[in-house]
């Protein structure tokens, strides 16, 4: 089938499919059949982690749908308690097993725990050595870029970091656009906790677009220019969430300021400068994306 998702073009000149699937806390039979009707539906990018323990069930579901790996746009993560050059490159073998692949589209860091500059410096080799096309961050915030900045040779692609109506980042978006960092967006939907969908001001705005209010709150980050990787393990909405690029389907300016006036500063996860959680996160956590 094909797709009507746009791409946005990464520092490096590799594309990335502005909507994505998320796989975070899907079990092995909901990624089989979430990874397949995405397919189905015209998804050309899937999001993993290693710490999502389901990289083998991404792996297989892709292979059930016959699609050719070309057309796909695959990223994991390396977790907080893999830290050092070894342990990195270890780890990101282990991932490619896991998903049956021979590269990866995208490798980020999960969260900015203490000796991230030594896993960073094993993705450039690994870039270098063309098994990632490209390579990035996830969760950090402006000083966590400049710190990498210091050892770096290569500037991060990608950060995907947790944003919503009610969690806009608005500097932080700033900054990323500034130093042509892409901007991806997890828990674009504001999770469970936080009812974005719920607002009235959006659903007042999905009634004057016909469209639900997931559409719209989705719509907004699309035209904020983010990349988008929403989470369902239901068929109708996993094909409802890439239905933003009718030609009519335009939030205008007003509406766009209505949302902006929703940002309320409320996280859905952590706060990547919480030290405490960056030393327990070798635990498992459900919290955290």
């Given amino acids: 089938m094909a797709t009507n998702i746009p791409y946005i073009e990464l520092t490096n000149g590799v594309t990335i499919p502005q909507v994505g699937l998320g796989v975070f806390q899907m079990s092995d039979d909901e990624v089989l059949n979430s990874v397949k009707w995405a397919i189905e539906s015209g998804y050309r990018h899937i999001d993993t982690a290693s710490f999502y323990d389901n990289e083998e069930a991404v792996g297989k579901a892709i292979k059930t749908t016959g699609i050719d790996r070309k057309y796909l746009f695959i990223t994991t993560k390396v977790w907080n308690d893999v ?26 860091i999960h969260w900015p725990a203490p000796g991230f500059e030594e896993n960073w410096r094993a993705m450039e080799d690994l870039y270098k050595q063309g098994k990632i096309k490209a390579i990035g961050v996830s969760n950090f915030k402006a000083h966590h870029i400049e710190q990498l900045m210091k050892t770096a040779t290569i500037a991060p692609m990608v950060d995907q970091i947790e944003t919503h109506p009610y969690f806009q980042e608005n500097e932080l978006h700033k900054y990323l656009k500034d130093h042509h960092i892409a901007h991806e967006s997890w828990s674009p939907l504001g999770g469970g906790v936080n009812k974005v969908i719920a607002d009235p001001v959006i659903k007042q705005i999905a009634e004057n677009h016909q469209k639900s209010p997931a559409q719209v709150v989705l719509r907004w980050h699309i035209q904020r220019g983010e990349i988008i990787i929403p989470k369902s393990i239901h068929e109708n909405r996993i094909k409802e969430n890439i239905q933003l690029f009718d030609y009519h ?28 959680f960056l030393k327990k996160s070798s635990t498992y956590s459900t919290q955290n994306h």
């Fill in 83 to 108: 830290r050092g050059y070894d342990e990195t490159i270890a780890q990101f073998n282990k991932s490619l097993k896991k998903l049956d692949m021979d590269y990866l589209d995208l490798y980020l």
């Fill in 249 to 276: 389907f335009n939030l205008t300016p007003e509406e766009m300021e209505q949302i902006s006036q929703l940002d309320s500063n409320k996280r859905v996860g952590s706060d990547p400068d919480d030290t405490e």
